[in-house]
């Protein structure tokens, strides 16, 4: 596994404006209450943090809510000031390395999402409820943190909403109250998550059980009016699962939850135990971006990156399990579905490098299908029995664990010692596009 330090040079290319490197957060405790008709937003969010350098003052990354009150260490008065994404805290001494400390911030406000160079971002009101998208700087538009990919943490959630409106969130159910006039949904996640995989969905919406392999029910989400065309689409969900099990490991999360929203959203969104739809996801011709979403589960939410300049670990395989699913289930070989891509890309600009793809491009569909055509070059060069061992043995080694594509590279050199290296590097270091995948005679 890699160091989970990021360096200030690589912090600044992608997200210059997240994080803050001289601390990690180890927890989260959120109490949030949230009126929907008024998109009202009132916590207190308490972070237990372990100092990385010696500092007096500290940040968290806080957008469109406003700070009221900060503790530090439990003390009753905390300097703190705050600008249009930071909060700056003063501690009352200097902090060591490796010293641990908690603060507590009171804020409240009306969330929405952010504007970022990859669009809004963050909280979104719906026509009947809200939901968050976070990836890949979206965390702080509903509670303050620190937003770096690398900077993994547990969860505790309590949220408070009107009674008539149900809560999906990340993490296992611990119990659901009733309290003055609305429902309060308590939720726990022991894996160490991303803040930008954390998520809250908020709405009127009747669960309904699924099996998930290895013994977890999960759960989808749905308004009344769109639960049995909901249904239909997701039926094929624990085959899904079955397959990725299969072909990755175990499913690695507490909890899988899936959400469909009564409106209409552009992509879905993924995030940890969760993959969240829109309405118009419900048609037969997503079923890859159920499998997508699903597939995330391993590569990008449990072996997780800390720098997104490695992002293609995450998309790539996810895309390549949409190919994996189409095989498992008869309808089209992965080969088929690789030559079919190929083409697509060969007709595209050559002038991307997926290894590091630089802020703009980071979510260009070019990064995602050469991705799985690197995936795909790999099966056909160790042959379909060592490429699956070697997919499982990623997925369980590095278990809710950061990776990078060095660690890859390893992983392939060790499998492929004569050519894993140069096939790798040939697909995800240069940006003209690689002749088709064929076999060698040896590996």
Known sequence: MSDDLMSDDEHEDYAPQSGDLAFDVESYDLDLTYRVRTNRLQGTAVLSAVVRQPTRVFSLDLIGLRASRVRFDGEKHTKFSQGARKLQISAHRELRAGERFSVAIEYAGSPGPRHSRWGTIGWEELDNGALVASQPVGAP??????????????????????????????????????????VVSRFRSDVPTATYLLALQIGTYTASPFDVP???????????????????????????????????????????????????????????????????????????????????????????????????????????????WLEASGRQTADASAREHYRQLRGEPQDLVI????????????????????????????????????????AADNRHALVDTDDFRMLIARYSPRHGGATLSAWIDQPSLPSFPRRYRSI
């Open 141 to 182: 538009t509903w509670f303050p943190c620190n937003d770096r990919p690398d900077n993994r943490a547990t969860y505790a959630l309590s949220i408070a909403v009107d009674a008539e409106y149900t809560v999906a969130a990340t993490g296992v159910r611990a119990d659901v109250a009733r309290k003055g006039g609305m």
């Open 214 to 324: 290895g013994g977890l029910t999960g759960e989808l989400y749905t308004a009344p009016a769109q639960r049995a065309a909901a249904a239909r689409a997701f039926a094929d969900v624990p085959q899904m699962l079955s397959a990725f099990a299969d072909a990755f490991g175990p499913y690695p999360q507490q909890h899988c939850t899936l959400v469909v929203t009564p409106d209409a959203l552009e992509i879905p969104l993924e995030s940890q135990g969760m993959a969240v739809f829109g309405s118009n996801h419900l048609a037969p011709d997503s079923e890859r971006l159920v499998a997508h979403e699903l597939a995330h589960q391993w590569f990008g939410n449990s072996v997780g990156i800390g720098q997104w300049h490695d992002i293609w670990l995450n998309e790539g395989f996810a895309c390549y399990a949409e190919w994996l």
């Open 355 to 394: 290894a590091d793809p630089g802020p703009d491009l980071m979510f260009d569909d070019r990064l995602y299908k050469r991705g799985a055509l690197t995936l795909h070059a790999l099966r056909t060069l160790l042959g379909d029995a060592a490429f699956f061992d070697l997919l499982r043995e990623w």
